[in-house]
C-alpha cells in the first residue's frame, strides 16, 4: 500500500543550525503538507503545497521556515535557525483533490 | 479563531462494548471532517472522512455529522484492546477540495479486557 516516508526518524541540532527534513509523497498525490506536534499537544498545520508553490500557511510558518520540491518525488522542509521551541514532531502528509490527507510517520526533531 | 475541541479523556470502555467519541467545531466554513487515530509516539492515521450529514459507516467504525450543531462523532463497535489510542477530530474544507486541517487535541480511549 503506498505510503509517505519521511526521513530521518530523529534528528538532534544546536541551536542556531539549519536542518532539512525530507519527505516522499504518495506518487499521484498533488498536495503536500507540513505538520507538527509539540509533546502533549495538538498536531498544527503549517503550510500546504500545491502545484509547485505554497498555497496556504499558518502563523507558525515564519521567515525561518522554507518548503521546496527539489524534484518529482521530494518534498522537505527547511528551519533556517532552529530554537529550542522547534523540538516537535514534524509530520509530512499529502492528498490526492480531497481532504483525506495520509501523514508519514514523523521526523522527531530536538533541538539542544 | 477556528477550533477544534474535544473531551480528552481518557475515555475507558470494557472489550467488546460501543465507544463514543464526540467533536465540536467552531467554524462554519468547514465542510469535510475527519477522524485519526494516533497510537502513542506514532503518526496520524486516517480511519474516517465524513461531509454529509448523517451517519457514515466503515466496519467497526461509525462517524455521525451534524452541522446545524457542528457536531461530528464516531462510535466504534464491539471495542478491542487494539483500539486503545487518542482519537483526533480534524476540520477540513469545502467538500471535495484538499485544504489544511484542523486538530483537536485528541480523546484517549482505553479499552479494558
Known amino acids: 500500500e503506498p505510503e509517505v516516508t519521511q526521513t530521518p526518524s530523529h534528528q538532534v541540532t544546536q541551536m542556531g543550525q539549519e536542518v532539512i527534513l525530507r519527505c516522499v509523497p504518495i506518487?499521484?498525490?498533488?498536495?503536500f503538507y507540513w505538520y507538527r506536534q509539540i509533546l502533549g499537544q495538538k498536531v498544527e498545520f503549517l503550510v500546504s503545497f500545491y502545484n509547485n508553490e505554497i498555497s496556504e500557511k499558518s502563523e507558525i510558518f515564519d521567515d525561518q521556515f522554507s518548503v521546496e520540491r527539489p524534484d518529482g518525488s521530494n518534498f522537505t522542509l527547511k528551519i533556517r535557525s532552529t530554537k529550542l521551541e522547534d523540538s516537535a514532531m514534524y509530520f509530512c502528509?499529502?492528498?490526492?483533490?480531497?481532504?483525506?490527507?495520509?501523514f508519514g510517520q514523523g521526523t522527531r526533531l530536538t533541538v539542544v | 479563531q477556528k477550533e477544534v475541541e474535544q473531551n480528552s479523556g481518557p475515555l475507558s470502555v470494557p472489550e467488546g462494548a460501543i465507544a463514543s467519541l464526540n467533536c465540536t467545531y467552531s467554524?462554519?466554513?468547514?465542510?469535510?471532517f475527519f477522524w485519526y487515530r494516533q497510537y502513542s509516539g506514532k503518526s496520524p492515521e486516517l480511519i474516517m472522512s465524513?461531509?454529509?450529514?448523517g451517519d457514515k459507516e466503515d466496519g467497526r467504525f461509525t462517524a455521525q455529522l451534524n452541522k446545524a450543531s457542528q457536531y461530528v462523532s464516531l462510535l466504534i463497535r464491539d471495542s478491542q484492546p487494539s483500539d486503545s489510542a487518542t482519537y483526533l477530530c480534524?476540520?477540513?474544507?469545502?467538500?471535495?477540495?484538499?485544504?489544511?486541517?484542523?486538530f483537536g487535541t485528541g480523546t484517549r480511549l482505553q479499552v479494558t479486557l
Open positions: 480534524a476540520g477540513g474544507g469545502p467538500t471535495g477540495t484538499a485544504s489544511k486541517l484542523t
Open positions: 465524513i461531509y454529509s450529514n
Open positions: 467554524d462554519r466554513g468547514s465542510q469535510s
Open positions: 502528509a499529502s492528498s490526492f483533490n480531497t481532504g483525506e490527507a495520509f
Open positions: 506518487s499521484n498525490h498533488l498536495y
